[in-house]
């Protein structure tokens, strides 16, 4: 009888201690979500979101693909990626340390018209934004499941090179139903028209 109550007073204390554990965490992340738009959060809710630099010789990297048409955005998009990631075979994942870079150019117009070069591409005006993703062991890891991109994390840039606090979330509910294609929305067409270059 002594025995038991001994060991109830154990295991409550127990439960009490974890409790104490994951308030305390919980109100950790809070913090770290908290701190102001522009400073570098790591371990926000969304894992590394924003803290990724823009690197500033992007533009020496392999090309992803170019040109890419957004009509109704009315935009022109160009995707770099970092020698690392472009050394990844089709089928496969990219490895940890990919970087991938999206110039997004506002589109010139033509009167009401989306201006059109004698190539057939979409004239590149102003640019708008860059948007980066990049990978890294472990990156994933405090990300909540409904969220998560494998170890992939976001980042965007204005046309200055100063970080853009978007909702970082909406990158990742996005790129989320990519996951058979490692995430890459044109993670096809990147294979197929590199095999062709
Ligand atoms: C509404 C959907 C949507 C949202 C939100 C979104 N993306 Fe994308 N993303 C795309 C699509 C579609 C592409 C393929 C290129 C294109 O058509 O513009 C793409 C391409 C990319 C690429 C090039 C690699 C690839 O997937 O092909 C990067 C890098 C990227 N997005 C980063 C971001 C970042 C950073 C954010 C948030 C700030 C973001 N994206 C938000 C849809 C989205």
Request: hydrophobic share 35%; with cysteine; aromatic share 8%.
């Amino acid at each position: 009888m002594k025995m038991t109550i001994v060991f109830q007073l154990i295991l409550g204390g127990l439960l009490l201690n974890l409790a104490g554990c994951n308030t305390m965490e919980s109100s950790g992340n809070k913090m770290s979500g908290e701190k102001p738009a522009g400073t570098a959060t790591a371990a926000t809710q969304s894992g590394p979101d924003g803290t990724l630099a823009l690197p500033a010789d992007y533009k020496s990297w392999p090309k992803f693909l170019t040109d890419i048409k957004k009509e109704e955005a009315k935009q022109v998009r160009d995707i770099y990626i970092n020698p690392a990631g472009a050394r990844t075979s089709a089928g496969q994942s990219f490895p940890n340390g990919t970087l991938m870079v999206m110039e997004i150019y506002k589109a010139k117009m033509d009167g009401d018209k989306l201006a059109v070069g004698a190539d057939g591409k979409l004239v590149k005006g102003d640019l708008a934004k860059v948007f980066v993703m990049g990978k890294e062991q472990g990156w994933g890891n405090h990300v909540p499941e409904s969220l998560k991109n494998g170890d992939w994390a976001y980042a965007a840039y204005d046309a200055s090179s100063k970080p853009l606090m978007e909702d970082f979330t909406k990158c990742r509910a996005c790129h989320m139903p990519l996951a058979q294609k490692d995430f890459v929305h044109r993670y096809d067409e990147y294979f197929q028209s590199r095999g062709r270059m």
